[in-house]
DNA sequence: CGGCTTGATAGTCTTTGGCTATTAACCCAT
DNA sequence: ATGGGTTAATAGCCAAAGACTATCAAGCCG
């Protein structure tokens, strides 16, 4: 039966019988006759059907949202009792937006001196995506801005603040001041993320809301690619003090305040709403509110 | 899985290999091998055993609480999807303390208004039994005491306060009064519940903090019982205003208000903390809401 | 020590679940 | 239109799981 309600997920995720049936680790036909039986067995419809894979009926959505809970918790059960037993162990899968991956280190380190049996992956993904992750049971943990609050089904803990740094060489325009202004910045040249970032899509709001458009030069998903851009002092960006504070800043490289308005967005770690939760996501959220005082 | 996390269930109600196996509808080898199966999965015993069940393990007792959160999860997915085809049907399962019985009308009949399909089953149990059944899934709502609140993992709608009277016979000791004191009532010889109900406990802790001792001549946990006694005009008895008021009064009996103090105690509907919860449930829940301010 | 209760074990049969191979429906490009 | 390519359903087969009956072993109690 959960095997069943697995195959249901795996489909709502692939949107492909066949893809999901791989990821399931089953042939097609045998994901096929699951989620017939399920629909036997609720005795509605699930799937629209026709030729190929066309989404869910209404109670296949609602459907949906039960067997997540249901395979969560079944995960989360086996998990909790092997941690009675060996301590923490097992693969803890966070993803974080780009430009709070740097912090991740803050949170994994001291986590891994109490439970060094526990092995971690770390997604770079947007805050759209690891919403859906975390709804999708593929990740345990993100690491997002938490300002538009209950997205979902999920818990909140608050870890820091970005603050965001015009960065530019010192002999570059603006390049010799204490602080700018949006204004200001927006006449700059500027390389930016994607506006599938949410990061990009905020600061686009501050430099309208200064009273200018965002037209970026450089456009990429990747910190690091902007950030190579800047250090040949050619080019200049706008990020967030933490990772521009991680990439290194070097003496010809600065990171200078903006201002008017001194923007602040808070980013947080964000877990399923599970009661309990997975022993080692319950681990994660006491290390996150243990650090997160310490990095105000 | 999930059939073998239900039997883990029943093995906890039952505490017996054999009479568990008979409220699964199978037989008792099929129940233990069923057992002995999750124990090898999570790979940890979780009965303690020999020759006799003896209780469960630490482990055990973790594995039940999700069990009883993955096996509830389970009947209230069948029972959404179904409600979203056919409307509320079903079997609603309550249990309500003897004092609440009168008021279950209240609930029940409106609702019926509304949902003409739902059949119910109404149990009188003491409120240690209802925070059992609803634990072990056996019912879907109980009517119960609410102050000291949140034991377990229940949500609570207040829907009444109980007031109490003395029922006695008009012309009986003190039964010309407009009201009397718990220290006078202590001096009669009253018909009351048996100490395992909650009631029985509340007037005796009224009556001590009055000064006085309790020693009801006459013991039952049938409201019926009491109210008969009372009504042959030789006995007294301390009830809650609402059930005093549908036993019915005749011009011989009379309720006097019991004052010093004037107590008072919550009712309220108490159900499993599930989100969502089960449909038919989260239609009593919406009918209580609905009714209270009434009862108030 | 012997009968009774209770849970485990053995042996048999049915059902379920999964696989491969094939078919049917549809999309689309020629 | 028509034929190739894709996608899900169906058929047929086999292995594994699950449930039943019958029996056994360990305590318990008189």
Redesign the pocket.
């Known amino acids: 039966m959960i095997?069943k309600l697995d195959f249901l997920l795996a489909l709502a995720r692939e949107k492909?019988?066949?893809r999901a049936a791989e990821t399931c680790?089953?042939?097609?036909?045998?994901l096929?006759?699951?989620?017939?039986?399920i629909e036997e067995q609720m005795g509605v419809l699930l799937?629209k059907?026709?030729?190929?894979?066309q989404g869910f009926t209404p109670e296949g959505e609602r459907v949906l949202e039960w067997a997540r809970r249901i395979v969560g918790d079944t995960r989360a059960m086996r998990e909790d009792i092997k941690a009675l037993r060996h301590g923490l162990t097992g693969r803890l899968r966070i993803a974080a937006i780009p430009t709070a991956l740097p912090m991740v280190a803050a949170l994994t380190t001291p986590y891994r001196e109490r439970h060094p049996h526990v092995q971690f992956t770390v997604l770079s993904r947007t805050s759209i995506e690891i919403l859906d992750l975390l709804e999708n049971l593929e990740i345990d943990a993100g690491i997002s801005y938490i300002e538009n609050e209950p997205v979902g089904r999920v818990n909140i803990v608050p870890l820091y603040q970005e603050h965001y740094r015009l960065l530019t060489s010192a002999d570059a325009p603006l390049g010799d001041r204490d602080k700018v202004t949006w204004t200001e910045v927006a006449q700059l040249p500027l390389c930016l993320l994607t506006p599938d970032m949410q990061n990009r899509r905020i600061i686009d709001r501050l430099l309208k809301s200064a009273g200018a458009e965002s037209r970026p030069t450089l456009e990429s998903n990747s910190m690091i690619l902007l950030y190579s851009h800047v250090r040949t002092g050619r080019w200049a960006s706008v990020m967030p003090e933490k990772i521009a504070q991680t990439l290194g800043l070097t003496e010809t490289i600065r990171a200078i305040p903006i201002v008017e308005p001194n923007a602040v967005q808070t980013i947080g770690l964000v877990v399923p709403r599970r009661e309990p939760m997975m022993p080692t996501t319950a681990a994660l959220v006491t290390e996150a509110k243990r650090i997160a005082p310490s990095l105000a």
Not at 25 to 30: D, E, I, K, N
Not at 49 to 53: L, N, P, T, Y
Request: proline share 5%; charged share 20%.
């Open positions: 095997d492909h019988f066949g680790g089953v042939t097609q036909p045998t096929s006759a699951g989620v017939k039986q799937v059907r026709g030729s190929r894979f």
